[in-house]
């Protein structure tokens, strides 16, 4: 394929953020009732936007105390979980090689953008903190501002769009099913990327089942790739 543009997930990807803080999101929830490990929020929630994410969240909480939980409850619960992360994001990292990657494909004369369902004022602050910015700004977009979030294709679109290139000239590259499905049914070619540290032994697989084409472990196997198709147009 001829690449028009490749669209990065961030989180996961670039950021190795899904990691941060998951055990003791997983012992929070525990004392709250809920029997979820930090392999249930992995394969729940990674990936999903914070409206999505907080729907799931709710459904369990509802079913832990076998009623609808009271508003006061839901905040109590949503704003303990949020500070379980937030007290470890000082150990967060960018994913090794991912800066590399990021600017091999700006050397390489590929249009790129970030396409992520955080919320804008977190990509801005990683995306800047991490060095990504030379590279990718302006676009860099969050799904809080498109009608739905991953797994629906959305931002991925609206990155095209803003790039000016057809949806099915672009790579996507992702750590989570739901954005393989959301670049899937975007109609663009989605490559996995595994190489996050919350990946499970079963990552691989359940990837190449949401529709990547490709799986990538590092960044070094990705840069090769890219290389690659590029060589080949």
């Given at each position: 394929?001829?690449?028009?543009?490749v669209?990065?997930?961030?989180?996961g990807?670039?950021v190795?953020?899904?990691i941060?803080?998951l055990?003791d999101?997983?012992e929070?929830?525990?004392?709250?009732g809920?029997?979820?490990?930090p392999?249930d929020l992995?394969?729940?929630?990674?990936?999903?936007?914070?409206?999505?994410f907080r729907?799931?969240?709710?459904?369990g909480?509802?079913a832990?105390?076998g009623?609808e939980?009271?508003e006061?409850?839901?905040?109590a619960?949503?704003?303990?979980?949020?500070?379980?992360r937030?007290?470890?994001?000082?150990?967060?990292k960018?994913?090794p090689?991912?800066?590399?990657?990021?600017?091999l494909v700006?050397?390489?004369?590929?249009p790129l953008?970030?396409?992520?369902?955080?919320?804008q004022?977190?990509l801005?602050s990683?995306i800047?903190?991490?060095?990504?910015g030379p590279?990718?700004?302006?676009?860099?977009?969050?799904?809080?501002?498109?009608?739905?979030?991953k797994?629906?294709?959305d931002?991925?679109?609206?990155?095209?769009?803003r790039?000016?290139v057809a949806?099915?000239?672009?790579?996507?590259?992702?750590d989570?099913?739901?954005?393989?499905?959301?670049?899937v049914a975007?109609?663009?070619e989605?490559w996995?990327?595994?190489?996050?540290?919350?990946?499970?032994?079963d990552?691989?697989?359940?990837l190449?089942?949401a529709?990547s084409s490709?799986?990538?472990?590092?960044?070094s196997?990705l840069?090769?790739?890219?290389?690659?198709?590029?060589?080949?147009q």
């Open positions: 394929m001829a690449i028009g543009a669209l990065f997930d961030c989180d990807v670039l190795d953020s899904e941060v803080g055990e999101s997983a929070f929830l525990r004392s709250n809920f029997s979820w490990s392999e992995i394969r729940l929630f990674t990936g999903k936007r914070d409206d999505l729907k799931g969240l709710m459904e909480f509802a832990v105390l009623r939980p009271r006061a409850e839901k905040e619960l949503y704003e303990g979980l949020i500070e379980a937030r007290a470890n994001r000082h150990k967060m960018a994913v090689g991912a800066l590399e990657t990021v600017k700006s050397e390489l004369g590929i953008a970030v396409a992520s369902s955080s919320k004022v977190y801005d990683k800047e903190r991490y060095g990504f590279y990718v700004l302006p676009h860099v977009y969050s799904a809080e501002f498109v009608d739905h979030g797994p629906a294709p931002i991925f679109l609206h990155a095209a769009e790039l000016g949806p099915d000239s672009c790579i996507v590259i992702e989570s099913p739901f954005g393989v499905e959301a670049g975007a109609g663009m989605v996995g990327f595994t190489g996050g540290g919350h990946c499970l032994e990552h691989p697989m359940r190449n089942q529709g490709r799986i990538h472990a590092t960044h196997a840069q090769q790739d890219l290389v690659r198709v590029m060589e080949e």
